[in-house]
């Protein structure tokens, strides 16, 4: 007998998504106009046109006005540190079972988000780091991330100030996927968390991890030769070693070391040989290979970034508590899209599951969130002017 089939709709989609959201965001109705599912609705909406509140509630035939949804918005939203509290709790909403029933390999990865302009009220708020996309000033923001058969999910996120210690920000990472039941396996990290402080909190903490080596010190070219982690970079082949580190309080820290050597294949304009330098502690690798392959699956990571960004409202506000929001309803957002292929559009096999992400691009969700919001609130597409147009 064949089995029954179903129809996702979009209005599926944002009640799950708005239930989510209001069960632990908790907004309030703030007004006839701003009601919490509108609020949801025009955020939904901006969301998915990758546009500002300002731009969706002038596209929205029914909307209220951008000012009337701003304070709204600024009458109910709590302090920074509540708001990451329950957008922790909606990330951990919708975690699978299957997450908690034994460790799993977690990715944490900072999100820094190009800013250029003054700070709102601290000057810890605007984060600094190396110049892109024309600054030196970001927005930051830290996840921690889990895949599991090719679903990446955000397990938390927290707001990164500048000058805070990376080894707190780990460590509330940590913190928060305690809370959502998910223990670590090992840590794959990115090459910003390689620091003293860092590795000597989680080899405290007992916890496994795997990052690249930052290669500091006299250049290959010196006179006097190569120094520091750089010596790495002569190795003609693979192999194993162990450095110590030191910061500027004196602290010492000691990792292992792998070095994978391997030719430019394919690689565009790039050839001869190509280091890699890895930092590890816990682990027991088998080969260098291994440990490259293991660190690649890191890299999925930067696809829930891009995926992230698709549905990012834009602002240029310059609260921390806003911008902080709208990353958090792009990241449940996305979280929501991996929920509907793990739990709906999945295939049961013997077994286990099969999942096509194809089934539902996260493009096809938001654009489906979208022309929901234009049917509920309808959608202004009429503009007045003095002359008429010419033929």
Not at 174 to 198: C, E, I, N, T, W
Not at 304 to 322: E, V
Request: proline residues 5%; hydrophobic residues 40%.
């Amino acid at each position: 007998m064949r089995p029954r089939q179903y129809t996702i709709t979009p209005k599926d989609v944002d009640r799950h998504a708005a239930h989510l959201c209001q069960t632990h965001l908790k907004f309030k109705d703030h007004g006839p106009k701003c009601q919490a599912s509108v609020l949801l609705n025009i955020l939904f909406y901006a969301a998915a046109r990758i546009c500002s509140i300002t731009a969706a509630c002038k596209a929205l035939k029914d909307a209220p006005s951008d000012q009337a949804v701003y304070d709204a918005l600024a009458a109910t939203l709590p302090d920074l540190h509540e708001l990451q509290r329950r957008v922790n709790r909606a990330l951990a909403g919708d975690l699978p079972k299957a997450l908690r029933r034994q460790k799993q390999p977690l990715a944490i990865d900072l999100v820094l988000i190009p800013y250029h302009g003054r700070h709102f009220k601290d000057e810890d708020e605007v984060y600094r780091s190396h110049p892109k996309s024309g600054t030196s000033h970001f927005h930051a923001s830290a996840t921690a991330s889990v895949s599991r058969k090719g679903c990446r999910l955000t397990l938390a996120v927290t707001f990164v100030r500048k000058g805070e210690d990376l080894e707190e920000v780990v460590q509330r990472l940590l913190r928060q996927a305690a809370r959502a039941g998910v223990k670590p396996r090992y840590l794959l990290l990115d090459r910003g968390f390689y620091s003293v402080g860092v590795i000597r909190y989680l080899q405290a903490a007992r916890v496994r991890f795997l990052m690249p080596v930052v290669c500091r010190g006299r250049k290959l070219s010196h006179p006097r030769g190569p120094s520091g982690t750089k010596i790495f970079l002569t190795w003609r082949r693979s192999g194993w070693s162990q450095y110590t580190l030191r910061d500027a309080e004196g602290r010492k820290a000691t990792v292992s070391i792998c070095v994978k050597c391997r030719n430019y294949r394919g690689q565009w304009k790039r050839h001869g040989r190509q280091k890699l330098v890895y930092g590890f502690w816990g682990l027991k690798p088998s080969s260098p290979e291994w440990m490259r392959a293991l660190y690649r699956t890191r890299f999925g990571i930067e696809s829930s970034y891009r995926q992230m960004h698709q549905a990012r409202i834009r602002t240029s506000t310059r609260d921390p508590l806003l911008r902080f929001l709208y990353v958090a309803v792009a990241l449940i957002l996305r979280n929501v899209w991996v929920w509907v292929h793990w739990e709906v559009l999945a295939e049961r096999i013997r077994g286990g599951r099969t999942i096509d992400l194809n089934r539902l691009p996260f493009r096809a969700m938001l654009l489906g969130l979208q022309h929901l919001a234009e049917e509920l609130l309808g959608i202004s597409d009429t503009t007045c002017t003095e002359y008429p147009l010419l033929s």
